[in-house]
């Protein structure tokens, strides 16, 4: 649902960013956190890279609201009050055109995103980078930096890779730093707001392969309570990017003698039990199980082997019970022609430790994303009917089960775009284009107004959030991307102002 505030005129140009503010900086502009520290960059970068790229090549396209139903309208609904139309330079504004081909050249701004998803799987969408003060933005899909199927903030792992091909990474990868987008959709999932911009850091790439392993890695610290361990694994996991498990530690040298008393007990946990170990040698170990007995009413759980009773033992001696064999750590009665077997347990005290693993690999920088990958211009409030390039990465199929696109290499769509609605996801105010993309891989797909085929250089007026069959023949027809207004922009603004340097 499509939501202004009433702000004056505003300047194009290169420097229209620095200097205008858009109504979507009257109100809070989200920017969320991907990876706070050099350290948990590095290890997001060699969790891609390492064990020969396997991370990267097993990744399949996201599939998250690539299908829609959507409708053509006759215009865009009318504003309260908007911005004038206007840009903000691309990287290429400066250059001058050479060459004549009538071959549409791909731009090396094009690329992939790289995610592990919300059913913990790696997954990649398209994605452009775009020209910033810190020559470090990526502009994809929303929904491709933001989790909309469990509700967390942001999705993990998150990098983006220009020119990715099987595994390759021809100008480095970029590990995401911070996401922005409007708050309609962090807050609502608007898909009139279903935009992304993320800072990425310097990128790196591999020196040296021999490295590539996987240690195992483990907190020394020992946590009597659980709840100790899981604020030191959300403190790690927020300042180092580390995601360790917990690993509860049995201590029988000092346990908590008590009967299935978990409520009373947290941090203990059931373990078989001999009558010895339950109990304690001498005097000391029979005084614990008393008084353990008399706050509980036993000392010790047992069931017999067919399953048909259990009980509890209230007092135990340092000696077998009358009418039971003892046999290791079970006990055996025999009761009119039939065995039974019955295992003691007792609640010991447990500790807590955190543990994981950390991939080492060998990385150098290679610089900013600018310096390596020359970004697009972004344009905003344009006449809807405007020419359109989009370029992305569709795979999948289409419903009738062709697949006309691998997702391995990038390619393009050309039309003029048109107004359009998806209500399923709140898209009030969308354009379509005609395209067959299939959404799987698309999603995030740069849209490039006045894209200049001789300088490879546009302006991003859009991003495929969805893609759609209009007319029922089973054959996607049609990209969807939010209109990129004003609004817009000042999401782009508050990007373009955050640095986010190296990590190596």
Same mark, same amino acid.
């Given at each position: 649902?499509?939501?202004?505030?009433?702000?004056?005129?505003?300047? @194009?140009?290169?420097?229209?960013?620095?200097?205008?503010?858009?109504?979507?900086?009257?109100?809070?502009?989200?920017?969320?956190? /991907?990876? %706070?520290?050099?350290?948990?960059?590095?290890?997001?970068?060699?969790? &891609?890279?390492?064990?020969?790229?396997?991370?990267?090549?097993?990744? #399949?396209?996201?599939?998250?609201?690539?299908?829609?139903?959507?409708?053509?309208?006759?215009?865009?609904?009318?504003?309260?009050?908007?911005?004038?139309?206007?840009?903000?330079?691309?990287?290429?504004?400066?250059?001058?055109?050479?060459?004549?081909?009538?071959?549409?050249?791909?731009?090396?701004?094009?690329?992939?995103?790289?995610?592990?998803?919300?059913?913990?799987?790696?997954?990649?969408?398209?994605?452009?980078?775009?020209?910033?003060?810190?020559?470090?933005?990526?502009?994809?899909?929303?929904?491709?930096?933001?989790?909309?199927?469990?509700?967390?903030?942001? /999705?993990?792992? &998150?990098?983006?890779?220009?020119?990715?091909?099987?595994?390759?990474?021809?100008?480095?990868?970029?590990?995401?730093?911070?996401?922005?987008?409007?708050?309609?959709?962090?807050?609502?999932?608007?898909?009139?707001?279903?935009?992304?911009?993320?800072?990425?850091?310097?990128?790196? @790439?591999?020196?040296?392969?021999?490295? $590539?392993?996987?240690?195992? &890695?483990?907190?020394?610290?020992?946590?009597?309570?659980?709840?100790?361990?899981?604020?030191?694994?959300?403190?790690?996991?927020?300042?180092?990017?580390?995601?360790?498990?917990?690993?509860?530690?049995?201590?029988?040298?000092?346990?908590?003698?008590?009967?299935?008393?978990?409520?009373?007990?947290?941090?203990? %946990?059931?373990?078989?039990?001999?009558?010895?170990?339950?109990?304690?040698?001498?005097?000391?170990?029979?005084?614990?199980?008393?008084?353990?007995?008399?706050?509980?009413?036993?000392?010790?759980?047992?069931?017999?082997?067919?399953?048909?009773?259990?009980?509890?033992?209230?007092?135990?001696?340092?000696?077998?019970?009358?009418?039971?064999?003892? $046999?290791?750590?079970?006990?055996?009665?025999?009761?009119?022609?039939?065995?039974?077997?019955?295992?003691?347990?007792?609640?010991?005290?447990?500790?807590?430790?955190?543990?994981?693993?950390?991939?080492?690999?060998?990385?150098?920088?290679?610089?900013?994303?600018?310096?390596?990958?020359?970004?697009?211009?972004?344009?905003?409030?344009?006449?809807?009917?405007?020419?359109?390039?989009? !370029?992305?990465?569709?795979?999948?199929?289409?419903?009738?089960? $062709?697949?006309?696109?691998?997702?391995?290499? /990038?390619?393009?769509?050309?039309?003029?775009? !048109?107004? @359009?609605?998806?209500?399923?996801?709140?898209?009030?105010?969308?354009?379509?284009?005609?395209?067959?993309? #299939?959404?799987?891989?698309?999603?995030?797909?740069?849209? /490039?107004?006045?894209?200049?085929?001789?300088?490879?250089?546009?302006?991003?007026?859009?991003?495929?959030?969805?893609?759609?069959?209009?007319?029922?023949? $089973?054959?996607?027809?049609?990209?969807?991307?939010?209109?990129?207004?004003?609004? #817009?922009?000042?999401?782009?603004?508050?990007?373009?102002?955050?640095?986010?340097?190296?990590?190596?």
């Amino acid at each position: 649902m499509k939501r202004t505030l009433v702000l004056g005129g505003m300047a @194009a140009g290169l420097l229209a960013s620095a200097v205008v503010a858009s109504p979507a900086q009257a109100e809070k502009v989200p920017v969320k956190p /991907l990876a %706070q520290t050099n350290f948990a960059a590095k290890q997001i970068a060699a969790f &891609w890279f390492g064990e020969k790229a396997a991370n990267l090549i097993a990744a #399949t396209p996201y599939n998250v609201e690539t299908k829609v139903s959507s409708k053509v309208v006759a215009h865009m609904p009318k504003a309260a009050a908007s911005t004038q139309p206007g840009i903000v330079g691309s990287s290429g504004d400066q250059k001058k055109a050479t060459g004549t081909s009538k071959n549409v050249n791909l731009p090396r701004s094009s690329g992939k995103v790289f995610f592990i998803g919300a059913d913990h799987k790696p997954h990649w969408c398209s994605a452009t980078a775009l020209q910033s003060l810190h020559k470090n933005l990526v502009a994809t899909a929303g929904h491709c930096v933001f989790d909309t199927v469990k509700g967390k903030a942001t /999705l993990d792992k &998150w990098v983006f890779i220009p020119g990715y091909y099987q595994g390759k990474a021809p100008w480095g990868i970029y590990v995401g730093k911070t996401a922005t987008t409007h708050f309609e959709f962090s807050v609502y999932n608007d898909a009139d707001y279903d935009y992304a911009f993320v800072t990425v850091y310097n990128g790196v @790439a591999v020196t040296d392969v021999k490295t $590539d392993k996987v240690k195992n &890695w483990v907190d020394n610290r020992i946590f009597k309570t659980k709840a100790e361990a899981e604020a030191a694994q959300a403190k790690l996991a927020k300042e180092a990017g580390i995601k360790a498990g917990i690993k509860a530690v049995l201590n029988t040298a000092k346990g908590k003698v008590a009967p299935n008393a978990e409520k009373k007990y947290p941090d203990t %946990q059931k373990a078989p039990a001999t009558l010895t170990q339950i109990a304690g040698p001498g005097a000391t170990g029979n005084a614990t199980m008393e008084k353990a007995a008399e706050d509980l009413g036993g000392v010790g759980d047992f069931t017999y082997s067919d399953g048909t009773w259990g009980g509890k033992v209230v007092r135990v001696a340092n000696s077998v019970p009358a009418g039971w064999t003892k $046999d290791g750590k079970s006990y055996t009665f025999k009761k009119d022609g039939a065995t039974y077997t019955a295992t003691f347990w007792a609640l010991f005290e447990v500790d807590y430790k955190l543990v994981g693993k950390i991939v080492d690999i060998t990385l150098k920088d290679v610089g900013k994303l600018g310096a390596n990958v020359p970004g697009q211009g972004l344009a905003y409030n344009q006449k809807v009917g405007q020419p359109t390039f989009v !370029f992305g990465y569709p795979s999948g199929s289409h419903p009738d089960g $062709d697949h006309a696109f691998t997702g391995n290499t /990038l390619k393009y769509s050309y039309g003029k775009t !048109f107004p @359009a609605t998806a209500p399923s996801i709140k898209g009030d105010a969308l354009v379509g284009i005609k395209s067959s993309f #299939t959404g799987e891989g698309a999603l995030g797909s740069g849209w /490039l107004y006045r894209y200049d085929n001789s300088k490879r250089f546009g302006y991003l007026n859009g991003v495929t959030i969805s893609v759609s069959d209009t007319d029922g023949n $089973d054959r996607y027809d049609t990209s969807l991307s939010p209109y990129f207004d004003g609004e #817009t922009l000042g999401v782009y603004n508050a990007a373009a102002t955050i640095d986010s340097g190296a990590i190596v």
